[in-house]
């Protein structure tokens, strides 16, 4: 299992806010996390709980971060943390993909696969929804949170059964694994979502 | 027929004949009412105060998450360490885990456990360590951290758990932390019934050696195994990856590796 957290906006987030949203994540993703960044670019994986004060200090009006819980893979790889990017694309993801070796074979976790498969169907033409759309169905995965930062500069997410919340703030959209503010709405399931 | 306590029973198919049997000898009227008394004391201590539970995905704790969450609590905990898991295990909770689940790590892997080799199967009395080890300290900061007044638990008597002292269902231990066991006199076969009739689903570690008799857990930590040498035995049957990977750092892990002849 794992947490994610992000914003979107055009101006930098409420830092309590995006500590609230990545402490959140992070009950559910002890062992390593990382995020990354747009407006400014960024990115940072370290492995142990989610740090609050760094958290704190980013600025970026997008971002997307992961907790990891290792369920693939070696949990002590700075490497296998998430986001993972692929060619200009991060994916941040929670769930298990039980079909990894239908994906392919060239990398180390079930979720490194979705990550290059998101950009492969994007080079391929698809749109962002699209795109995650066919990696879902792709994927067998009983239950899933995946969220894009596409190189568009958006998020996008698609869930089934895990929660992903979305909060509609003065400032920007906030997600995260558990409700932060009395606006949190979990994201619909089965179907892809811009986030802002 | 009515099951004993676990420990006493390794033979899985005395167990998979209760789980086939169960909603003959638990007719639903008998298990509705037992739900509806249980739902109604949990109902009853979420007014008094703020309650929370430990859910570790084993049979009583999917049946106490059951419970739960039809009483309105979401709130819960699992204890695991940070590199000791079986990954069957942990693929299985990322799937089946509680949407309020928090999930916190004691800092327990191979290297810690090359210097701690007592830890390694341990027999008899020393078993529940790794429950002093793992789950009663992660319950404990959970609970200060959430300022709870109770923290349910999947503990049954028949189970042969400790749920307090006697004619009680809870204690407070010396830390301050008070458990509470809702299912405290569930049968093994009133659990069954619910998890059929519900279909809730059991994590993959009822389906290996002795699995009943184990349940969830590190995988050093299995009991009852006997010895060491049958407990990497049992382990290889598993998950030969989870010994090759501590070969490395535990010598008794490569000693037997050698003298069992597999690579």
Same mark, same amino acid.
């Not at chain 2, 885990?97 to 007592?118: F, N, S």
């Not at chain 2, 300290?137 to 923290?151: E, I, P, S, T």
């Not at chain 2, 060491?228 to 008794?252: K, M, N």
């Given at each position: 299992m794992c947490g994610i957290f992000a914003y979107e906006s055009s101006t930098p987030p409420d830092p309590e806010l995006l500590v609230e949203a990545a402490v959140s994540a992070s009950v559910r993703g002890p062992h390593g996390y990382g995020w990354v960044t747009r407006s400014p670019d960024s990115a940072h994986h370290e492995l142990g709980p989610v740090d609050p004060g760094k958290v704190r200090e980013l600025t970026a009006a997008v971002v997307l971060g992961h907790a990891r819980l290792a369920t693939v893979g070696d949990w002590q790889d700075v490497a296998q943390l998430q986001p993972i990017t692929a060619a200009g694309h991060a994916l941040a993801h929670n769930g298990v993909v039980?079909?990894?070796a239908a994906l392919g074979s060239h990398a180390d976790t079930d979720s490194m696969l979705l990550a290059h498969l998101y950009a492969t169907l994007r080079a391929a033409g698809h749109t962002?929804?699209?795109?995650?759309t066919r990696l879902t169905k792709a994927a067998s995965q009983q239950a899933w949170a995946i969220v894009v930062l596409d190189a568009d500069g958006h998020l996008y997410a698609h869930r089934r059964y895990h929660p992903l919340y979305r909060h509609r703030e003065a400032d920007g +959209?906030?997600?995260?694994?558990?409700?932060i503010t009395p606006s949190g709405q979990l994201?619909?399931?089965?179907?892809?979502v811009l986030v802002q | 027929m009515s099951l004993g306590r676990k420990q006493g029973i390794a033979d899985a198919a005395q167990w998979r004949q209760a789980i086939a049997r169960a909603r003959e000898l638990v007719p639903d009227r008998q298990l509705d009412d037992l739900l509806q008394r249980t739902v109604d004391a949990v109902k009853a201590e979420k007014r008094r105060g703020r309650v929370a539970y430990a859910w570790s995905g084993g049979k009583d704790s999917q049946a106490l998450r059951y419970v739960m969450q039809q009483a309105g609590v979401h709130e819960c905990v699992l204890g695991i360490t940070v590199g000791l898991e079986w990954p069957a295990?942990?693929?299985?909770?990322?799937?089946?885990?509680?949407?309020?689940?928090? +999930?916190?790590?004691?800092?327990?892997?191979?290297?810690?456990?090359?210097?701690?080799?007592?830890?390694?199967?341990p027999?008899?009395?020393?078993?529940?360590?790794?429950?002093?080890? +793992?789950?009663?300290?992660?319950?404990?900061?959970?609970?200060?951290?959430?300022?709870?007044?109770?923290?349910?638990?999947?503990?049954?008597?028949?189970?042969?758990?400790? +749920?307090? !002292?006697p004619g009680e269902d809870r204690y407070t231990n010396r830390q301050g932390v008070t458990r509470w066991s809702p299912l405290a006199d569930w049968t093994h076969e009133q659990v069954f019934a619910l998890m059929a009739r519900e279909n809730l689903p059991l994590p993959p570690c009822y389906d290996w050696p002795r699995g009943f008799q184990v349940g969830t857990g590190a995988w050093p930590a299995r009991q009852w195994t006997t010895s060491?040498?049958?407990?990497?035995?049992?382990?290889?049957?598993?998950? !030969?990856?989870?010994?090759?990977?501590?070969?490395?750092?535990?010598?008794?892990a490569a000693d037997w590796m050698r003298r069992a002849g597999v690579t």
């Open positions: 039980h079909n990894s962002p929804p699209d795109a995650l +959209v906030y997600l995260s694994s558990q409700p994201i619909p399931e089965d179907r892809p | 295990m942990l693929r299985w909770v990322t799937d089946n885990m509680p949407p309020g689940l928090h +999930v916190a790590t004691v800092p327990l892997d191979l290297p810690w456990l090359a210097k701690h080799p007592d830890m390694l199967f027999q008899g009395a020393h078993g529940p360590r790794w429950f002093t080890l +793992v789950q009663h300290r992660v319950q404990r900061d959970y609970f200060r951290a959430n300022r709870l007044d109770l923290l349910a638990l999947g503990r049954r008597r028949k189970d042969g758990n400790y +749920v307090g !002292p060491v040498d049958r407990g990497f035995e049992e382990c290889w049957t598993i998950d !030969p990856d989870v010994i090759r990977q501590a070969a490395p750092h535990l010598p008794a």
